[in-house]
């Protein structure tokens, strides 16, 4: 992380849990002298499709959206604010520390502009070596920060919308190899945000209405 920080800031000065390239361009977060770069996805060869600012950018992070780390600059102070880096948790770590970032009161502002690639590898990664233990601890980031929302009084309608989709998300990669997590989650994230049974699909908002029913 050190590096990327390192690399990143050159190219700017110059121009409880289971405890392709991509190319950035610069973001910036004040508050707490962060600044980030938000991905880039090269399809096919293509044209680079820049992701773009976001309106909330909380809201982005809590419904699954998330940069690679080398799209940040990140000042020590802005770590020791958020808490720093949950080395307890084996994968999810940067969507964990985005969204403390983002909870600790840091503004984000975009600056286009590419600065820095992110190599897509094929080979197994943090995230992709044991996808059922990503999505446990994703799961447990995301109930980590809808606790501190609720507690805080933050946890608008934008928020546990946001949180609802990602848990739907993951709920909907389990409907055949674990029914009941899939239905745990699926109910979890319906007693948040309702409204959310309209974005399913017919299938899904089927099975959604009915566990609606049994809550």
Same mark, same amino acid.
């Given at each position: 992380?050190?590096?990327?920080?390192?690399?990143? =800031?050159?190219?700017?000065?110059?121009?409880? &849990?289971?405890?392709?390239?991509?190319? !950035? #361009?610069?973001? /910036?977060? *004040?508050? @707490?002298?962060?600044?980030?770069?938000?991905?880039?996805?090269?399809?096919?060869?293509?044209?680079?499709?820049?992701?773009?600012?976001?309106?909330?950018?909380?809201?982005?992070?809590?419904?699954?959206?998330?940069?690679?780390?080398?799209?940040?600059?990140?000042?020590?102070?802005?770590?020791?604010?958020?808490?720093?880096?949950?080395?307890?948790?084996?994968?999810?770590?940067?969507?964990?520390?985005?969204?403390?970032?983002?909870?600790?009161?840091?503004? =984000?502002?975009?600056?286009?502009?590419?600065? &820095?690639?992110?190599?897509?590898?094929? !080979? #197994?990664?943090? /995230?992709? *070596?044991? @996808?059922?233990?990503?999505?446990?601890?994703?799961?447990?980031?995301?109930?980590?920060?809808?606790?501190?929302?609720?507690?805080?009084?933050?946890?608008?309608?934008?928020?546990?919308?946001?949180?609802?989709?990602?848990?739907?998300?993951?709920?909907?990669?389990?409907?055949?190899?674990?029914?009941?997590?899939?239905?745990?989650?699926?109910?979890?994230?319906?007693?948040?945000?309702?409204?959310?049974?309209?974005?399913?699909?017919?299938?899904?908002?089927?099975?959604?209405?009915?566990?609606?029913?049994?809550?």
């Amino acid at each position: 992380l050190s590096t990327w920080m390192t690399t990143c =800031y050159q190219a700017r000065s110059s121009d409880k &849990c289971r405890c392709s390239a991509t190319a !950035a #361009p610069m973001w /910036s977060m *004040r508050t @707490v002298k962060i600044f980030w770069k938000a991905p880039t996805v090269a399809k096919n060869g293509g044209a680079l499709d820049i992701s773009g600012a976001r309106a909330d950018i909380l809201e982005a992070l809590l419904s699954g959206w998330a940069p690679p780390p080398c799209a940040f600059m990140i000042s020590r102070s802005a770590v020791d604010k958020a808490g720093g880096w949950n080395e307890k948790l084996t994968s999810a770590q940067d969507n964990d520390f985005y969204i403390r970032l983002a909870l600790v009161g840091a503004t =984000y502002v975009y600056a286009p502009g590419c600065q &820095c690639v992110y190599r897509n590898s094929s !080979a #197994p990664r943090v /995230s992709t *070596r044991n @996808v059922r233990a990503t999505d446990e601890n994703m799961v447990c980031v995301l109930r980590e920060a809808g606790d501190k929302l609720l507690h805080s009084g933050r946890l608008t309608l934008n928020c546990r919308r946001a949180i609802a989709r990602s848990l739907s998300r993951i709920a909907h990669k389990y409907f055949d190899a674990d029914f009941e997590w899939y239905s745990s989650l699926l109910r979890e994230a319906l007693q948040l945000s309702p409204s959310i049974v309209g974005e399913q699909t017919r299938t899904y908002r089927i099975l959604a209405r009915a566990l609606l029913s049994l809550a």
